[in-house]
């Protein structure tokens, strides 16, 4: 294209062409161009027209059109009103069980009981501090040496003895063997990895660390004699080994009416069917009744609708107020109906001793 230019041009000028023909010619000399039309102008957008706002008239509330039944004379409004088919009786038995359970949810509420367990460790832990409160309060046996605590052998209160038992305990409710008190080390205890002569006394955490000891061997006795271990709570668990603890491994397997109910599921039972275990020798003492009703109080503020013991009479009968009804299905239907009929009371078979009425104490321990 540029040369056809520049041909014409030179043409132009040899021939004396003036510059209208020159232009003519190097217009000519292009390529046609298509016409373009130019675009045309976007279509402006209009924004939809907004209603009015509608406006009713009509009042805030529906009301139905009263109309008249010419059988009865009775509008329709009248004859929409609810009516209760409950006979006054159900109406009665309703307003009452609607109170009670109102009462039991406040009770749990105020004494902190909404079946909160612990796990092990801290149940082990808590367990340990009750065990020393209840074993050896006032510290019996425990003498200072060099400024330091040291606890020595005493006798036992009379009871029962397993096999192999002399009449001494040493810290809090550990027996001692026949066989400790010999002079010959192999048949010592051994304390974190160390043979100890008894005879010499135990440090704070020699006695601790034989109770914990003990207590495995304890909580393994009253796991193999209880099928239902795995459905208790710690505390439970921790209520039935201090029964075999307290009255030695074959405890639970002695109270056959105890470990019947709990091997049928009703583990809460069991422990208020122990109630009765209170004999040492031939003699009943309170202080096991209370060392029961403890244990059974700390298993139940971990089970919810197991109410604790509020209250026990001692005396030619004993019998002990539970503070609310019973309700957890760890009790059968059979002991809930009889203790909630008698208002929380339930008689402990046997008799007691010198007439004695008890309230329970802070923590709810006795």
Do not use: C
């Amino acid at each position: 294209m540029l040369n056809n230019i520049v041909d014409s041009i030179g043409a132009f000028l040899t021939g004396g062409g003036n510059p209208e023909d020159i232009r003519s010619s190097v217009l000519g000399a292009l390529p046609e161009q298509e016409t373009q039309e130019a675009p045309e102008a976007p279509e402006v957008l209009r924004q939809p027209v907004i209603p009015e706002v509608i406006k009713f008239n009509e009042p805030d509330e529906f009301q139905l059109p009263e109309i008249e039944d010419p059988g009865t004379g009775k509008t329709n409004l009248e004859m929409f009103q609810p009516i209760d088919v409950r006979s006054p009786e159900t109406i009665r038995s309703d307003s009452n069980r609607m109170a009670d359970d109102a009462a039991i949810a406040i009770q749990d509420i105020k004494e902190d009981r909404l079946g909160l367990t612990k796990n092990r460790g801290q149940a082990s832990t808590d367990y340990l501090q009750y065990l020393k409160s209840q074993e050896n309060p006032n510290n019996k046996g425990r003498i200072n040496v060099g400024g330091q605590p040291k606890y020595m052998m005493f006798k036992s209160v009379e009871e029962k003895k397993e096999k192999g038992q002399s009449e001494y305990e040493i810290g809090y409710g550990v027996k001692v063997l026949d066989k400790w008190l010999t002079d010959k080390k192999e048949n010592w205890p051994v304390i974190d990895g160390v043979p100890v002569n008894v005879k010499e006394g135990l440090t704070s955490n020699q006695v601790d660390s034989l109770v914990n000891d003990k207590l495995k061997d304890y909580r393994e006795a009253s796991k193999k004699s209880l099928v239902q271990w795995d459905g208790m709570t710690e505390e439970e668990k921790y209520a039935w080994t201090d029964l075999s603890y307290n009255g030695g491994k074959g405890a639970i397997r002695l109270n056959k009416k105890a470990k019947l109910v709990a091997d049928q599921g009703y583990t809460m039972e069991g422990l208020v069917k122990v109630f009765d275990f209170t004999k040492a020798g031939s003699q009943r003492y309170r202080g096991l009744l209370k060392r029961r009703l403890n244990a059974y109080n700390k298993a139940a503020l971990s089970v919810t609708g197991a109410p604790v013991v509020e209250e026990y009479k001692w005396g030619e009968e004993v019998w002990v107020k539970f503070s609310s009804s019973l309700r957890s299905e760890k009790f059968s239907k059979a002991l809930r109906d009889k203790v909630n009929k008698a208002g929380g009371w339930y008689k402990v078979p046997g008799k007691g001793g010198k007439p004695k009425h008890v309230k329970v104490g802070e923590n709810f321990l006795f």
